[in-house]
């Protein structure tokens, strides 16, 4: 089964266009499954329905949490789904297998002083400096993943319209700048990414100390130097920014389905976490205020 393993791993990068989290993940799973099952001298192919419960319900067993033993099932619906695509086997056995209900914690958010407190971290007295602030007032801008950010090329930013183009899971958008992230931005493209890279050919947009393209444990410690350095009790990171660039839209009048289109989320319940969020928020500041709550 390790070719058909490898074959799926290619469906997952080409057809589906997953990210390299999405597809380490699902391959993570998939090989469990496939030694769970190699333990019980069960083949992939000759896998049944009861078989992929008791899998699950071995995972509850042995501590791990909702949302992992409901990822690890949808890593294997996946899996033999694409097996059943190319004729490999005649059923799903993960078919009709329900995951344990995940209480979904709601996102936690910055409140916009903590926004401005954050930002304004960076020093700009140095490249690092400059380049940091640039990065973070464009995650903070945009919205976008910390993988979208660190895979940014030049030419996907266009300061001229205030616009920055993102290509991800197959699809492109196109998302505004407010004019701190362009002045920002403006100074670390014109003056200080020159200085940083040491090839003309180099592409990325964010480039590390050594003129090489960011990494995301790079971006990681950065973040954390930084909440580090605010003294914000918040646990920060890249997605932090992310749920509150979305929660601070909508409550400022934003619509979900524009939030949505700029966010990249292919489906709209992942966007009305937000509104949850604002909800939430409403009913604390009713408890507080209110004289006879």
């Not at 958010?109 to 930002?119: D, N, R």
């Not at 990065?135 to 910390?146: D, H, K, Q, S």
């Not at 003056?191 to 590390?208: G, I, K, M």
């Not at 992942?270 to 009913?283: A, D, E, G, H, M």
Request: glycine share 6%; net charge neutral; aromatic share 8%.
């Amino acid at each position: 089964m390790s070719d058909w393993v490898q074959a799926y791993e290619v469906y997952l990068k080409t057809e589906k266009h997953a990210s390299a989290n999405t597809v380490s993940s699902y391959l993570r799973d998939v090989h469990q499954f496939a030694a769970a099952m190699e333990d019980r001298d069960i083949g992939l192919t000759d896998a049944l329905p009861q078989d992929v419960e008791a899998y699950t319900e071995s995972l509850t067993r042995r501590g791990k949490s909702p949302a992992t033993v409901t990822r690890s099932l949808a890593s294997i619906k996946s899996f033999y789904q694409y097996l059943l695509s190319r004729g490999v086997v005649d059923q799903n056995p993960a078919k009709g297998i329900s995951p344990a209900k995940v209480e979904r914690k709601l996102p936690q958010v910055l409140t916009g002083k903590e926004v401005e407190l954050f930002l304004e971290q960076p020093e700009c007295t140095d490249l690092k400096g400059y380049r940091d602030r640039a990065m973070l007032e464009l995650l903070y801008a945009t919205g976008i993943r910390v993988s979208e950010l660190i895979g940014l090329d030049v030419d996907d930013l266009n300061l001229p319209g205030g616009v920055l183009k993102c290509f991800s899971k197959g699809r492109e958008r196109v998302i505004p700048l407010y004019p701190a992230a362009i002045r920002a931005l403006n100074e670390y493209v014109h003056t200080v990414r020159p200085q940083l890279v040491e090839s003309e050919d180099e592409t990325a947009l964010f480039v590390n100390m050594n003129g090489e393209r960011m990494s995301r444990q790079g971006f990681w410690k950065l973040i954390k130097h930084y909440q580090e350095k605010a003294g914000i009790q918040k646990d920060i990171t890249p997605h932090t920014l992310r749920h509150s660039f979305a929660a601070h839209l909508l409550e400022n009048g934003a619509d979900l389905r524009s939030i949505q289109e700029m966010m990249g989320h292919a489906d709209i319940s992942s966007t009305q976490v937000y509104s949850r969020l604002l909800n939430q928020k409403i009913k604390d500041v009713y408890k507080r205020a209110h004289p006879r709550a």
